[in-house]
């Protein structure tokens, strides 16, 4: 799972603590950014904000009280007053409390007062399952920030990608919705040191590159498709697996070049499937390449029910590496 | 304080006639585009709602007197007193009602305004009502945190008072002693629903005591009254004291939205109704008044006749300003 | 746009009336269903309540304040102390104010409690355009209860559908988001007379019956669809336009036979394209039928941008009869 | 009223001595249960996480005591002393946090509770805190429209008392004058943040003056003055006189949830601990008291025994309950 570009200098870290990094260089590069949240100078649910109340004080790292609808809409008017706020939300299901905020008015507020000024903020929402925190704790919600246009919206799969993906968003001129996965908190990658490691929103990035079929990902699906591929590629199914990275703006270009090449696809994420990620992704490949695919875009997603608090039945809900790879095989044999 | 009057001269920093003058020219603009839209709306078709503002200038007027060309507002969309007031010209605020690219929103705007100019703070407004008050929490912390003496102001109506929003952002803006200001207008209705139906407490300003900050309610039809209430909420949220929550009793003169019927008002509504640019008028040399006014109308009429002469904007406006670049 | 069954008794009124006598003469019958919502006792922002209140008094028919997660949370709380709540919302946007009580709270408080019981709530959510409402008072957000599990979804086209829809959705154990169609509020249908007028919940009706590809829409776009179709009638171009009525469930057998027939298709909304509805139906049809398809199946939908409140401007943002001709073409000849 | 104790009587009707006992057996039930839970999370892998309410079981059992078993709880997810003390025997409780098919939900409740049950007026929780305000005045409207006289009781905490839903709720609540009772267990924390660093208010029945209800603050250790407190509260609400907000000042023995190495608190932070079980048993027959204790605790084990035994449920329990039928 190496990352394309040269890693000189790395280091050995938490996708959490990576993010944290991330943060705590721009932060002593730039006065304008301050980190809000519940418990994040109290170390943080996470982690993420970990020491960071310690060298910039309360001041810039606050914790707020439980006000999910109050802590976004802060930051939509923290970031038109030239702030960078960073907002750690909690968890993705908190965007149905917050949704006022984060999709009519930080997504909106120059598109409806015709504005072309920059505006930085960054949401952290933590997603996912991560055993039993249930159905109101483990949601994908990332198909929100699709739909409703005027965010930029990353989901990170590895500790590398965590930081560079923060040092963008830092320095993006747009709100960023940011999705921390739950259950990648705390593993461990090689991350370039420095601030200026960024990876640009908007680029995926080929994890395994094959040719019998692409298999597009994000976020927790990353490291489950790249086991399925392997597993595959013993029955002689060779599968491109590509990490999206960015939801919005996705990576037409390159998951077209992909897909035009082993016309085959599928979409594996964490999220429900009915009107998820998948959904988009499996029309709009088929609305541009429909006469290169040989088989329909298929798509392995969450079960359409709530996630039980029940660790087992939470587990049955989300794709395992077997219906991986058993749509693998539909896909490039059936 | 209900009783307020204007031969009662209210407490505070004596306001000089120059002030007054000056409330009195931009509440004759208002009041003047308030006649000019009632025409336009009848006569027109007009996109949108217009939420006539008449009878409610002086609560906008006066607040936004008291407030620094630097400060930031974030208003409710009746009228438009609080554009006027902050210092918009009625240029920009009529291209926008009529959908023009003169509009400060290059006429993406429109009868829920969503006018904005941020050189003078002019922050723009959220038509969900209520969603303004964090957001001017924020800006009142990134005044706060970058150590300006800026304050915000959230001007909010009676009905929006009950947004959960209003609660979360009071609780933090009280707690961290942000300079923060919440203005209500309270004109008793939200649309055709009473207030007293839907409300525990006739004063909005009651809610102030659970957050230990100073509730005030003051004569909404009395500017200066108004304006003298909000200097001193001012002043208190620049000296570091934190949120002030204001109250001007108003009132609604017209429909909640222009052609509103109305069947849900007593016939007699208006007998209680009194003018506020008489009220300050009355405070005024009677000539220097009239001239104002006459001023006013003919400012707005040849605005109103730019505007209208305008094309539309373009098509590809609905593809600006989504993403910065 | 005949009904399918035979109209023996019907009167000529607008849709938003039709959903008013349904709840009238459902009122009368049932003594649990009460409504609530932001000026429904004074006549109802869009007269859907008209009458109401004299005729039940304020006790049953009740002006709220404007809370919006308080009204839907509300509804969650009497339907399962056994009431029948009908809350009108005013509109779609608003499901972003009350997105915790609707999606975690409605939709899921049977699941995460284990419950088997029937719980009955009517969420009526006023959706799209309508001359200039602007950004945050025109979306169409009918995707969202298609994406979250656990609430049926409907959205009429007609007045007749208007009443037997919500004459389904009052006697329905599960709670409904009642979309009714903003521009169609006081267009007039003949609308059958009688409490037991059901349109069930969950079954698409075929609007014109055709051969050469298949439409599928409803709410707003059904009429222009129905032009389109006629228009493309005398070029040769025989669509069959289904309107689906309901988004959860979905009538995946009227879709897919009709599909199968026609071998072509393309779905048309007003709500906006990426990872809207259309996502959703073009990527199951591509999954269930792809072998029987002679083309991509195409979506028209509202452009991904905030609503202008400008009227000419809001326009450009919603499909067209000409690009629904546009796209019929492309289906059938490109 | 925070230094009430044990020798004063508080006012209002006198509990009786069979009360005491109920009140001090579901008590011991209720830390029993504790004590059987924080060695299971030690021991066994736990989905989801525990927040245990040991040092705040007063609270609940105190309130719940003065409910009737048609009123409606809605609860908030730390420890079980609402559950218990509303009815609910140990069994169905442990099954929920084993993750078993004999728990309420059928086992896909877990650490946030979401056990249930409606015969007893046992709702369910709503784990986005908050989110049970509106619910708790869904079913008070319900009961006020049948014109029975049952009451709904919302329970939260201290921090959850931020959340708009609380005064959007309130704003209803107090005019429709619903039968609502609003009990929050203020511990003085929001898992590490002290409520004073975000709250403008020590005193969250403070807020009520605002909406013109009753705020009334009760030693939450003391379940007898809970009890008197609750009771009158929902003797107005029957009586058709509206809302009530109880504060019970409660102390939250260990770290927010099981495991929460408390970093943030200091460390003799438990020198201020009252034990409620101790409190309430020096009013009672000290045999008596270790008899109940006695019987409590095998109770408990019998049931984690019978929990433990069970097979998970099964894998289609995920699809079932989603659409009624
Ligand atoms: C969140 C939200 N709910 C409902 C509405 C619809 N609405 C527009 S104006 C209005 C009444 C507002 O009442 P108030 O705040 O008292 O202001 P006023 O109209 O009296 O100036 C309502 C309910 C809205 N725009 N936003
Ligand atoms: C809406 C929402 N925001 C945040 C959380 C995360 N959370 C779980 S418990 C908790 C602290 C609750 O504090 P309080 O209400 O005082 O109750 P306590 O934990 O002290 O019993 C938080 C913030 C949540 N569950 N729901
Ligand atoms: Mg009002
Ligand atoms: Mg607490």
Redesign the pocket.
């Known amino acids: 799972m190496a990352d394309t570009q040269t890693m000189a200098d790395t280091q050995s870290i938490t996708y959490n603590a990576a993010m944290g990094q991330a943060l705590v260089e721009a932060m002593r590069e730039d006065d304008s950014i301050f980190v809000l949240g519940?418990g994040v100078a109290t170390g943080g649910w996470f982690g993420a904000e970990k020491g960071l109340a310690d060298e910039f004080g309360t001041d810039r790292v606050i914790d707020s009280n439980?006000s999910?609808a109050f802590e976004a809409g802060l930051a939509a008017g923290a970031a038109i007053a030239g702030m960078k706020p960073v907002i750690n939300m909690?968890f993705g299901d908190?965007a149905l409390?917050a949704g006022d905020e984060i999709f009519h008015k930080l997504a909106k507020w120059r598109y409806m007062h015709g504005l072309n000024v920059p505006m930085t903020a960054v949401i952290i929402f933590p997603i996912g399952t991560m055993n039993g925190a249930g159905p109101e704790?483990s949601s994908c919600t990332e198909v929100l920030g699709m739909h409703f246009p005027g965010l930029k919206v990353v989901v990170p799969s590895t500790a590398a990608d965590a930081k560079g993906l923060m040092c963008a968003a830092l320095r993006e001129p747009n709100p960023v919705l940011f999705h921390s996965v739950n259950t990648l908190s705390f593993q461990r990658g090689d991350v370039p040191t420095g601030s200026d490691h960024f990876v640009p929103i908007g680029k995926a990035c080929v994890r395994r590159p094959g040719s019998s079929a692409t298999l597009l990902t994000y976020g927790s699906m990353v490291e489950p498709s790249l086991q399925a591929a392997g597993q595959l590629a013993g029955e002689g199914i060779d599968l491109e697996v590509i990490d999206l990275r960015s939801l919005v703006p996705i990576d037409w270009p390159l998951i077209l070049d992909s897909v035009r090449r082993t016309n085959r696809a599928m979409v594996v994420h964490e999220a429900m499937k009915t009107a998820g990620p998948g959904a988009e992704i499996a029309a709009h490949i088929q609305e541009q390449a429909f006469f290169d695919l040989e088989s329909p875009v298929l798509r392995v997603a969450g079960k359409d029910v709530p996630l039980p608090q029940h660790g087992a039945l939470e587990a049955l809900c989300i794709p395992s590496v077997a219906e991986i790879v058993a749509a693998g095989r539909q896909l490039c044999l059936g | 304080m209900n009783d307020q009057h204007p031969g009662k001269n209210p407490g505070g920093p004596a306001p000089d006639s120059d002030l007054l003058k000056r409330m009195y020219q931009r509440m004759a603009l208002t009041r003047a585009i308030e006649q000019c839209m009632a025409q336009h709306v009848r006569n027109n078709r007009f996109s949108g709602w217009w939420h006539p503002g008449e009878g409610q200038e002086a609560a906008g007027i006066g607040a936004s007197a008291a407030m620094r060309r630097d400060d930031y507002l974030f208003y409710q969309g009746r009228g438009c007193s609080w554009a006027i007031g902050k210092g918009m010209a009625p240029g920009p605020i009529l291209g926008d009602l009529l959908g023009k690219p003169s509009g400060s929103t290059g006429g993406k705007g429109g009868g829920v305004p969503h006018w904005v100019d941020y050189a003078i703070g002019v922050m723009g407004e959220g038509a969900t009502l209520g969603s303004v008050y964090p957001l001017a929490a924020g800006a009142a912390l990134a005044a706060k945190q970058r150590g300006t003496d800026q304050v915000a102001l959230a001007n909010f109506g009676d009905g929006t008072a009950a947004r959960g929003t209003f609660h979360e952002t009071l609780v933090h803006a009280a707690a961290w002693k942000l300079p923060l200001i919440y203005f209500c207008e309270n004109n008793e209705w939200l649309v055709g629903t009473p207030l007293k139906q839907v409300s525990p407490t006739e004063n909005i300003a009651d809610y102030a005591a659970g957050y230990h900050i100073p509730g005030v309610v003051v004569d909404g039809q009395d500017a200066q009254a108004v304006y003298t209430a909000t200097a001193e909420a001012i002043e208190r949220a620049r000296a570091g004291e934190g949120p002030t929550l204001i109250e001007a009793k108003v009132f609604r003169k017209h429909g909640h939205y222009a052609g509103d019927p109305q069947h849900y008002r007593a016939p007699d509504y208006l007998d209680a109704y009194r003018d506020p640019l008489a009220l300050l008028a009355a405070r005024l040399d009677e000539d220097e008044a009239s001239a104002l006014w006459a001023q006013a109308e003919a400012e707005v009429a040849s605005a109103y006749q730019a505007a209208m002469a305008e094309d539309d904007p373009a098509p590809d406006t609905i593809f600006k300003d989504l993403y910065y670049g």
Request: avoid cysteine; charged fraction near 15%.
């Open positions: 519940q439980i999910e909690g908190f409390i704790h």
